[in-house]
């Protein structure tokens, strides 16, 4: 599991613990993958995000601990 960062264009950034992401339908989709299952655990329109990205990609900011 790792921490993804998603910058809306509100400038805010949501943190988001998964195994996978994929984009479809206009969407950003992020997984968890158990026993061979994906399972939404987050989604977000891509009209409303700057960037996303791993904690590194962030210059400012840092995800929550746990």
Not at 52 to 61: D, I, K, L, R
């Amino acid at each position: 599991m790792e921490s993804f960062g998603v910058k809306l264009t509100s400038g805010k950034i949501m943190w988001v613990a998964a195994d996978e992401a994929d984009c479809r339908d206009g969407a950003l989709i992020f997984y968890r993958v158990n026993d061979g299952q994906r399972v939404v655990v987050a989604g977000f329109s891509l009209a409303h995000i700057n960037h996303f990205g791993v904690p590194s990609a962030f210059s400012q900011a840092t995800p929550p601990e746990g």
